[in-house]
């Protein structure tokens, strides 16, 4: 099983809460995209969900209830640690960090369950933070080295841990780092770097170990937030020995804004401050011909262009994958092909792939569908075809 959605759209801070979501969504979903087959769900367990699940007897409960309902659990979802779905989310999400042995608990924690819920012979993966949001300006340097020095020991104990569960099952448990535009880590160079100068300074058995259970996670709306194009970003993992365990299939706002009228450009701006609401963070970058600016927020971007907007703007807001445009609003759907084509070009085995519109609650009333299992089936059935089309 290598296609799924990612379960964090819907709102489960309890195992009793998953379980409804998944009878009232997901087999909604099932019912459209594959009535007659299994269908995979990137689960999303909060620390109190997977506190719920740390003893074998629910775990295994849970295992025989998502095979009766025919739900495969091929991964996880273990960026969001608490409520993604709280009124402000921002930059809540990012905490704890990978410094904070917290972080590493509620991995670990969640490559258990995952060894108990996945089907015999089935490997499985697990998105995780890009280790947090930067420290303050102002920090001093030795508090930032100090902050990739615990993370990268706090990842390698993750890794251990996972290779001891290999070890006694044979089932590889895969760690994929997700950057993501304004972190820590927010290009593939910096994921890169991180595995060079911290992750991998290490002896060669411990270094192999790493490799083995710690890769990347390659969000497509990320990358296009950032610029960069899919076939750079693919490949420079590749050549770097970083494997791409999994891919988030998802897609950002663009608009450009270049040889755009003034009554064209307060269309777009008018359209485009529509998807500045108060939950998430949507950061925002805009390439010029002459500079690329970072907005930590669209607000603030809209803020700084005034009546007079420029460039090329793409922002992160998870828009249905099946969409290309409406109206003055683009996307980078035309990004996902390119991905698709980058990992059969440089990757030596497939990934796994998830369907990622976490915003559904949020769209502006252009995107929404009629119900969200209809919108999430569409999705996923757009993508399937997508892929049929390429064998």
Known sequence: ????????????????EVKQNLVKYSLDVKSKFAPTEKMGIGLWLSATTANELDNPDACLRFRDWLQDHELVPYTLNGFPFGDFHQQVVKHDVYLPTWAD?????????????????????????????????????????????????CSA?????????????????????????????????????????????????????????IRSHIGV?????????MFETQHKAIEKYCNANIRVGKV???????????????????????????????????QTVIRTDTETTFFEDLSDALKAAGANPE??????????????????????????????????????????FEVETYAWNVLPAAMQSETLAAGIAKELTWFDDLMSSRR
């Not at 099983?1 to 009793?16: A, D, F, Q, S």
């Not at 828009?319 to 445009?325: D, R």
């Open 1 to 16: 099983m290598k296609i799924g959605y990612c379960g964090n759209v819907h709102p489960g801070r309890t195992l009793e």
């Open 101 to 149: 042995s917290k972080r590493l608990e509620y991995t670990i924690q969640l490559a258990n369950i995952l060894n108990v819920l996945l089907p015999a012979g089935q490997n499985g993966t697990i998105s995780t933070l890009p280790l947090g949001w930067p420290l303050p300006p102002d920090t001093a340097r030795s508090q930032v080295s100090e902050f990739f020095k």
């Open 153 to 209: 020991v706090n990842l390698q104990k993750c890794a251990e841990h996972l290779d001891g569960l290999s070890q006694i099952n044979g089932r590889n448990l895969f760690i994929c780092i997700e950057p993501e535009p304004g972190c820590v880590l927010d290009t593939c160079e910096d994921v890169i770097d991180f595995f060079d100068q911290h992750l991998l300074n290490k002896s060669q058995p411990e270094s192999d170990v």
């Open 217 to 225: 996670c390659h969000d497509i709306c990320h990358s296009a937030v």
């Open 248 to 282: 988030q299939v998802s897609s950002a706002v663009e608009v450009n804004f270049d040889r755009s009228t003034a009554d064209q450009k307060q269309e777009k701006i008018e359209q485009l401050t529509r998807f500045s609401e108060p939950k998430y963070l949507h």
């Open 311 to 352: 460039g090329c703007w793409r922002v992160h807001f998870h828009v249905p994958i099946f969409t290309k445009s409406v109206d003055q609003i683009g996307t980078t759907q035309f990004d996902i092909a390119k991905c698709l084509d980058s990992i059969e070009s440089f990757c030596p085995e497939e990934p796994h």
